[in-house]
């Protein structure tokens, strides 16, 4: 079944972006360094494409780090573009973001006037009301470990000269590309009642088997002859116990143990897509550090 996820609030939100892009002279696009393409939204960059853009990789402590730095390279090759890094392990503070903001406006030639309004903008749960938060020093904007936490916009003072809204995640309405609606699943951008779990387990399964072998056989003791998904699902509902009465294997439970482990990081670190090596190729996954040095 196709995967799409557009609820009505999104509409609304995005034709208020447009509203607060009048008076804001850049933007900060929050992409999700585990799926950066996945992430990033074709609609949003299209109501700003008048903007010069900061592009914060964020959740770089769940994405291996060798492969946020090229996603970093790719951005910061890109026209009127600026990429930041930011994680739970390297917060950015506000001074750091003020310095890219000026820097930004000097390479686009832009004047820095008294007051400055930087709109943080991207697609659901990717963090930008913690970053809005850990930029200000305070809790000023509601967080959540789910999509569409925050459904309206809040402004707020970074210094005398510098303010930031914060906006709600915003989808688009098709999603063209199904492998990178999954790894929007896979990854929490979609609610839970959007997607069948087990559908973005199976994909998610699919994905590590071909990528990430060898953290699936030392975690879950993935036999040495597993090559398929429903071996990998079987393996986790043994290991994790997601056995019903009779000895069935509760699918549901072992796809839900596969994505809280691998959302939360206890699977380890994970990119999920590779940057172009030129800005015409595709998203697709290429091998990762693992099987390069295996
Ligand atoms: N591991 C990790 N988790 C993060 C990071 N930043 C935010 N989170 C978590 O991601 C979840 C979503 O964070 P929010 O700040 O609410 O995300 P949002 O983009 O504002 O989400 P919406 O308002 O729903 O669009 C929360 O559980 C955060 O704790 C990060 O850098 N690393
Ligand atoms: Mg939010």
Known sequence: MALSWYPGHMHKASKEVVKTLQRTQ??????????????????????????????????????????????????????????????????????????????????????????????????????????????????LAKTGNEPAVTQTQQRVRLDDHWHLVDTPGLMWPKLEDQIAAYRLAATGTIRNTAVEAEDVAWFLAEELLTHYRTRLEQRFDLPASANDAETVMQAIAAARACIKAGGRVDWHKASEALLNEFRSGKLGRFSLERAPVRTSQTSSIEPTLENEHS
Request: net charge positive; glycine share 6%; aromatic share 4%.
């Open 26 to 139: 850049a933007v900060i696009e929050v992409l999700d360094a585990r799926s950066p393409q996945a992430s990033s939204n074709p609609h949003f960059a299209a109501l700003c494409a008048e903007h010069p853009r900061i592009r914060i990789l964020n959740k770089a402590d769940l994405a291996e780090p060798a492969i946020t730095e090229q996603w970093a390279r790719y951005f910061n090759a890109q026209p009127r573009s600026l990429c930041l890094i930011n994680g739970h392990e390297s917060q950015l503070d506000a001074a750091q973001l003020i310095l890219a903001a000026r820097k930004l406006f000097q390479a686009n030639d832009m004047p820095i006037g008294e007051r400055q309004q930087l709109l943080i903008g991207g697609i659901p749960n990717v963090g930008k009301s913690t970053l809005l938060n850990n930029l200000c020093g305070r809790k």
